[in-house]
C-alpha cells in the first residue's frame, strides 16, 4: 500500500463526507475534510506515520470567523479557533481490527486498501456520535469563553488552536470580544513575560510570539 493509492481510497471510500458539501484536500501525510458554513470552517483532519501499516490519527477543529479574521488582519494567520482529538473514545466491536483498544481508542492501524472501507465506517460513527456534537457545541464566541471559563487553565491547550503559537494571542481576542474581566490581566501578563524571553534574555524561540502581540497591540488596547 503506497501513499498515492492510499489517499485516492481515502476519497473514494470517504464519499459520504462530500455528500456531505466537505471538501477534501491533502498534503503529505496529511487529509483535511473542510466544509465552509456562515463563513466559519468545519474541518475532518486526519494524519498518519508510515511503518509497516499507516498510524492514523483523527481530529476535528472549527475555524471562527469572527475570531480568526481579527488575528488573520494583522497577522496574516488564519487558523483554527478550536479543535478536538478523537481519542480516549469508546467505539463499536466491529471495528477492532483496525484499533488497538476498542474502550480508549488512540488512533486506527491500516494495512491493507480493503480496511480503509471499515476505518470510513469507523470515522462516520465518531462523526455521529462526537463530531457533530462538538461542531454543534461551539456555534459563537460566547460558546468559546464559556467552555475556558469552566475549564483548568492546563486544559485550554487541549482545545484552542495553536498553530504558529497563537493560542494565548486567540484567547486574548476571545476575552477581548466577550468583554471577559480576566483580559486586562492576561495581556498584562503575557507583554510582561514576552517582554522578558526576548528583551532581557534574548531567546529567539519567542520572538515570533513578541512581534505578533505587538502586530495586535491596536486591537487589544482600544
Known amino acids: 500500500m503506497n501513499r498515492r493509492g492510499f489517499k485516492k481510497q481515502i476519497k473514494t471510500d470517504f464519499q459520504w463526507l462530500i455528500d456531505l458539501g466537505y471538501e477534501y484536500s491533502s498534503v503529505e501525510r496529511n487529509i483535511k475534510f473542510t466544509k465552509t458554513f456562515n463563513n466559519d470552517d468545519y474541518i475532518l483532519e486526519m494524519f498518519w506515520a508510515e511503518y509497516n501499516h499507516y498510524m492514523i490519527s483523527v481530529k476535528c477543529s472549527k475555524k471562527l470567523y469572527q475570531i480568526e479574521k481579527v488575528i488573520k488582519e494583522h497577522t496574516g494567520y488564519y487558523d483554527s479557533t478550536v479543535w478536538k482529538r478523537l481519542s480516549k ?7 477492532s481490527s483496525i484499533v488497538d483498544d476498542i474502550y480508549n481508542l488512540e488512533h486506527f492501524n491500516i494495512s ?34 464559556t467552555y475556558l471559563s469552566k475549564t ?38 503575557y507583554s510582561k513575560f514576552l517582554y522578558q524571553k526576548v528583551k532581557v534574555e534574548n531567546l529567539e524561540i519567542y520572538l515570533n510570539e513578541f512581534y505578533d502581540l505587538k502586530k495586535l497591540e491596536s486591537y487589544f488596547l482600544t
Open 152 to 189: 483548568e487553565i492546563d486544559k485550554h491547550c487541549e482545545f484552542i488552536g495553536n498553530n504558529h503559537d497563537s493560542m494565548i494571542l486567540r484567547k486574548l481576542v476571545i476575552m477581548k470580544q466577550t468583554n471577559y474581566n480576566g483580559f486586562d490581566d492576561l495581556y498584562e501578563s
Open 112 to 145: 491493507e486498501y480493503f480496511e480503509i472501507a471499515l476505518f470510513s465506517k469507523a470515522i462516520e460513527f465518531l462523526y455521529k456520535q462526537h463530531i457533530m456534537l462538538f461542531f454543534e457545541q461551539y456555534q459563537s464566541v460566547e460558546d468559546i469563553m
Open 89 to 95: 473514545i469508546k467505539i463499536p466491536d466491529e471495528f
